[in-house]
């Protein structure tokens, strides 16, 4: 079994930055890849962000390239998920979640395991 915990959600104003981070514990964690997603009221999951575990290969929703970036800390089993230049729209519930086999990161249903969640407020 695999735990997540995010952190770093919290209010900003717009055109401010946020890290979040994301931290895996329990068995020792030998996934394929790390995904972030994010979740407004009465709607989908939305791919935000992913990288591989082992060769540190990212990807990104192509709306939030150049604003969000990816990183991951292999021995505290970490991600980070750095936001810049937030906007209002950012405004959601952000969620990593970890795969442990190679399957399509864009996609939610990859994942076989998902943190509680953290929010995010981008205030106008």
């Known amino acids: 079994q695999v735990q997540l915990v995010e952190s770093g959600g919290g209010l900003v104003q717009a055109g401010g930055s946020l890290r979040l981070s994301c931290a895996a514990s329990?068995?020792?964690?030998?996934?394929?890849?790390m995904g972030w997603f994010r979740q407004t009221p009465g709607k989908e999951r939305e791919f935000v962000a992913a990288?591989?575990?082992?060769?540190?290969?990212?990807f990104y929703a192509d709306s939030l390239k150049g604003r969000f970036s990816l990183s991951r800390d292999n021995l505290k089993n970490t991600a980070y998920l750095q936001m810049n230049s937030l906007k209002p729209e950012d405004t959601a519930v952000y969620y990593c979640?970890?795969?442990?086999?190679?399957?399509?990161?864009?996609?939610?249903?990859?994942?076989?395991?998902w943190g509680q969640g953290t929010q995010v407020t981008v205030s106008s």
């Open positions: 979640a970890a795969q442990t086999e190679p399957r399509t990161v864009r996609l939610a249903v990859s994942y076989a395991y």
């Open positions: 990288i591989t575990w082992s060769g540190g290969r990212t």
């Open positions: 329990g068995r020792t964690f030998s996934g394929y890849a």
